[in-house]
């Protein structure tokens, strides 16, 4: 810049000065246009107060002028005397005075008789108006201005009636008060230059004038807001007009006197404004000079000034400023110095410095950045990359800056990738773009192999034009640990197969392609029987096993064709041990059934782990397609329904959903719920029946039978409630309950001295197999108070429940026994007993079951069973206990077989305690 430029710093220096001048132009005006407003306010006053005094001083000498009259009408001389003494006196009373220019007496016709300046020729006054009211109101009247008939001169006529003695006026004595003294009192008086009194009637004509009262004498005064003024007959006034010659004058006025029957007189004082302005017009023109004097000075010394101290210093700002902008960081502005500049540079110094250290440390952060960062032009040629740029593509620096960004990318996604990155350029504004956000990308290294990315974009506008800065993150491991995650979510964790999810996910869309095609659909729900008992008995290792197990048995079971879109998903865990199947494009129900029958064999094959022989059936419900229902929740309670059913049918079977089943399933939710409450309220009881030895007649124990008394339904049988309390795990507590009952009860009839006897007690397959059995039992005698070597109870454990596990069996089986308790095995002959098992139990009593004694006297193969039972027993050392007797036919041919005990209706139904207390009191014999 020159020297004289008109910078943008300049001109605001400059208009700033003009600001701070401004305000004292503004006063400068002010004060002149005030002093203008106060002259003029100024010069009204002292006009109207000239007025105010001419027009009193000529009040004074018209109220003198009646004192005057009045006394001259005492005069003989003037009152009735001649008219040479009356000129007489009136000329000596004329020369005593400065302000009246005649006095003279008229007689009551008007004819001059005389006055004070020896008048000669006849005059009448009879058409004056004075005349004419002195005589008409008889007292002192004053009249208006006037030319005189004797003198010529303008004067103000006051007159008073002089009566005879019949009180009639007879002569009128005036006076004419001489206007004349105007300029002799305005003499005395120093009028500012310019300055015009005049005396003006009531019409605003001027009847006397100072200066230049000739000129002005008999016109109308030719200022004419003044005669408005005065034709409105206000008092006084003051205000400015222009008059005929165009210059504007002020002007105050103020009334001489009032007379209503003649007329008012004015006086008036004018003064030109011009004249009145010419010293403030003075003074405000050498303010002016001398302010814009100052100004000028100040404009030329801050122009120079702003040179010096400012726009040098600011030129190596700008400096600076465009090196950094171009990137230079390391340039400094060099000034040095106090000031706010100087202190600017400094600190523009310390910003540069600053930028200079970010700009190192931003290169380090890109450098170290774990994404790779890519600078490419609006063209897409890349400007600059960092080094995890090298290392995730494969490229070196110099091989990656120059080459166009769509060789990082696949080529089938390079056209897409083009038209995107154009239009994202071609945006008004473009938005930065968070990594993770929008469609999956995949990026491709030099070696040709392709890898998940997410990429961060923003936009970089500079003066070389647009530039993109993207963020590029390798997350193929996030996609394979997402991978895992959604298998886990999706998937069991033990078995691999589909979790309850992804199955409901799958059979929705199985609905919806079984609906297009006209195709089929069922859902088996099967549940492993019994499955618990492995997890008691063996432990839960052993179950996840089997689990495992019956999940590749049952996937290796179903034909292929049934998975829908993935392998697995056909077969799915519902948790615990239960499974759902999905079997797709069914035709007929032939179909269902041949898979259920080989998803049972299947199931049920023998299974081997760490020398531990598992045996494992299922039950299994079956539910259809659009048939039983089109809700996935329904279906699902549908085959979960028809899968109760099956267990109710001795499990290890298939059932198809009825509508039925439902009511069925209702049922014994309300038997598993009032089952809950049993226990506490006291609803449950037992009931004993008998067991009679055949030989002496005598009974030897009696089986303790529960009984559930409902307080609805009344005493429900064990067939009903018994197989729900095993299924839901109730029959645990109340097992329990049953065992102490039991033994009170022997206890209380022993303390009543009755025959001794055994106490049978049943115990299920889950009681069986709890770990802390022995102590139950052990407790229960305690509690009871009964020897545990007295042979005062015996246990009776199911034929199938012991079969299973035989290991575990037989250490649970020599605890009890080392107790003292007696051992049975009950329903025996329906189970797969194993004789080297069997002979290795620590076991007392085998019951014959009595489905083998029901038809004994008709059916020769019971009856040979029944035969081989006792001599089985027999051959063990065993006795041998037939259930079921009912007939006497019965009981000869098992004394025939020589069965050791019989027990049954033939001798007696189970009883409650106090029935059974009187049938042992009476000693009754078979």
Known sequence: ???????????????????????????????????????????????????????????????????????????????????????????????????????????????????????????????????REALKTRRFVIGTLTISRTTGKPVIVTALPIFDTQGAAHRII????????????????????????????????????????????????????????????????????????????????????????????????????????ARSNRLFARDIVILGLATALIFILVWFGTNILVLGKMKALIHATKRIAHGDFSTRTQIQGSGELSELARTFDSMAQSLELLFQQSQHVMEVMPEAVIVSASSGKIVTVNAQAEKLFGYTRSEMIGLSIEALVPERFRAAHTAHRSAYITLATPAVRIMGEGRELFARRKDGTEFATEISLGPLKTEDGYFVISAVRDVSERKQFETRILHQATHDPLTSLPNRI???????????????????????????????NINDTLGHEYGDILLKEMAQRLTATLRRDDLIARDDALVARQGGDEFTILLQGISVVDNIIQIAGKILAAVSRPFIADNHEMHMTASIGITIFPFDDT?????????????????????????????????????????????????????????????????????????????????????????????????????????????????????????????????????????????????????????????????????????????????????????????????????????????????????????????????????????????????????????????????????ALLREMQCDEIQGYHFSRPLPAEEMERLLQQERRL
């Open 174 to 277: 005036f006076t004419s008060i001489d206007i004349g003294w105007l300029e002799h009192l305005l003499q005395q008086v120093r009028l500012p230059a310019g300055t015009a009194v005049s005396v003006m009637d009531a019409n605003g004509v001027i009847l006397a004038r100072h200066p230049d009262g000739q000129k002005f004498a008999g016109k109308l005064n030719p200022l004419g807001a003044l005669v408005l003024a005065i034709l409105a007959r206000k008092e006084e006034g003051i205000g400015q007009g222009k008059g005929i010659d165009g210059i504007t004058r002020l002007f105050a006025y103020h009334r001489l006197f009032e007379n209503p029957a003649t007329a008012s007189a004015y006086v008036s004082v004018t003064t030109p404004t011009d004249i009145l302005f």
């Open 502 to 532: 992804l199955f409901h996910d799958i059979l929705a869309h199985a609905m919806t392609r079984a609906l297009r095609t006209e195709k089929l659909l069922a859902i088996l729900f099967l549940d492993l029987d019994e499955f618990k």
């Open 1 to 131: 810049m020159g020297k004289f430029t008109f910078s943008g710093v300049r001109a605001r220096v400059l208009l700033l000065v003009a600001l701070a001048v401004a305000p004292w132009l503004a006063i400068t005006i002010y004060h002149a246009v005030e002093e203008r407003r106060l002259a003029v306010d100024a010069a009204q006053e002292n006009a109207l107060q000239l007025a105010r005094l001419i027009s009193f001083d000529q009040r004074e000498t018209i109220s003198r002028s009646r004192g005057l009259l009045q006394a001259l009408s005492t005069f003989p001389e003037i009152r009735d005397g001649a008219p040479a003494e009356c000129r007489l006196r009136l000329a000596h009373m004329l020369d005593s005075t400065q302000s009246y220019a005649n006095i003279g007496v008229a007689d009551a016709h008007g004819d001059l008789l005389c006055d004070a300046i020896a008048t000669r020729k006849p005059i009448n006054y009879s058409d004056r108006g004075w005349f």
């Open 631 to 891: 809700d996935i929740q329904n279906l699902l309670r549908n085959a979960d329904t028809a899968m109760y059913r099956a267990k109710e049918n001795g499990k290890n079977n298939f059932q198809f959903y009825t509508a039925g089943m439902n009511l069925r399933i209702r049922e014994r939710m309300e038997i598993e719920n009032g089952l809950r409450h049993a226990l506490e309220r006291d609803e449950l009881v037992l009931h004993y029946q008998p067991q009679v030895n055949i030989g002496s007649g005598k009974m030897v124990a009696v089986e303790a039978l529960l009984r559930w008394a409902h307080p609805e339904k009344g005493l429900i049988p064990p067939d009903k409630f018994i197989p729900v309390a095993e299924e839901s795990g109730l029959i645990v507590p109340i097992g329990e309950w049953v065992l102490r009952t039991a033994c009170r009860q022997n206890k209380v009839w022993q303390d009543m001295g009755l025959p001794h006897i055994r106490m049978a007690v049943n115990l299920s397959a889950r009681q069986f197999r709890q770990p802390h059995l022995r102590v139950v039992v052990a407790k229960a005698m305690e509690d009871a108070g009964l020897d545990p070597y007295s042979d005062s109870l015996e246990l009776e454990v199911t034929e199938s429940v012991i079969m299973k596990d035989m290991e575990g069996t037989i250490n649970t089986l020599n605890k009890l026994h080392e107790m003292g308790v007696r051992l049975s095995i009950d329903d025996f002959g329906m189970g797969y007993s194993s004789l080297s098992y069997l002979k290795r139990f620590p076991i007392n009593t085998l019951k014959i079951d009595q489905s083998f004694v029901h038809d004994i006297t008709t059916d020769a193969d019971d009856a040979a069973i029944a035969a081989t039972i006792v001599t089985l027993g027999h051959s063990l050392k065993l006795n041998v206990i037939a259930e079921g007797v009912e007939t006497a036919e019965q009981l």
